[in-house]
């Protein structure tokens, strides 16, 4: 398996823009996490989807983000519009359904907000 | 609430030398344990677990970690370390029926040669 997918690796944008953010989980996972990571906050999850369901979106930051899961191959995570705060290392993760914990990360991407 | 500390923000060792990496969690009922590690430009990748029976795990890469219900900790060791071990390492507590990984704030590694 290739693993779960991010792309891009690498954002850079203009305040104001729209950015999206996307993932390819593991085949056959049921779980997938969106996480941001800074220097200052940490890894924060951010909200997490179960069969293609958001479960829990209580970490997402404001209005400002959106995430969704259209089917089990695939997830967006949308900020629009983007601020400077919002520069990160922004993870997505996947889990089997039996073992959520066992979360297996993509890459990342690294969002650059000017 | 779950919580887990990291007590050593960074660490250095020389090559060759054993290594031990502390976490201390906080949660009601036996937890479930995990340590991440990430290179740099990398994603978490799991280095082992425990969710219950024999505290003592071993994991990828040479390490292990032993649970002590009575120190509320999670430490990892490995006996001799290589280069290649440098890299952030995460300790994170499974947060039970919320379905959450509840991470440290990490330790960085450095090896000296």
């Known amino acids: 398996d290739a693993g779960v997918i991010q792309s891009p690796r690498h954002e850079v944008t203009e305040m104001g823009q729209e950015v999206t953010l996307r993932c390819k989980p593991i085949s056959g996972h049921d779980y997938l996490f969106w996480y941001r990571q800074t220097m200052m906050r940490g890894l924060e999850l951010l909200i997490y989807f179960n069969n293609n369901v958001p479960i829990d979106d209580s970490g997402m930051p404001e209005d400002r983000f959106s995430a969704k899961m259209p089917n089990a191959s695939f997830s967006t995570l949308k900020i629009q519009p983007s601020e400077p705060r919002d520069s990160a290392v922004y993870f997505c993760?996947?889990?089997?359904?039996?073992?959520?914990?066992?979360?297996?990360f993509g890459p990342g991407t690294r969002l650059t907000v000017t | 609430a779950q919580s887990v500390t990291q007590p050593d923000i960074h660490i250095t060792v020389s090559e060759g030398a054993s290594l031990e990496l502390r976490c201390n969690y906080s949660?009601?009922?036996?937890?479930?344990l995990f340590w991440y590690v990430q290179s740099p430009g990398q994603g978490l990748q799991l280095l082992l677990k425990?969710?219950?029976?024999?505290?003592l795990v071993q994991g990828i890469k040479g390490f292990e970690a032993e649970f002590k219900r009575s120190q509320s900790s999670f430490n990892l060791r490995k006996p001799s370390v290589h280069w290649s071990d440098a890299a952030e390492y995460f300790c994170a507590v499974g947060s039970g029926g919320y379905n959450k990984l509840i991470f440290g704030a990490g330790t960085r590694l450095a090896v000296h040669p």
């Open positions: 993760a996947s889990s089997p359904r039996d073992r959520i914990y066992e979360q297996y």
């Open positions: 949660y009601g009922a036996t937890p479930y």
């Open positions: 425990y969710f219950s029976g024999d505290t």
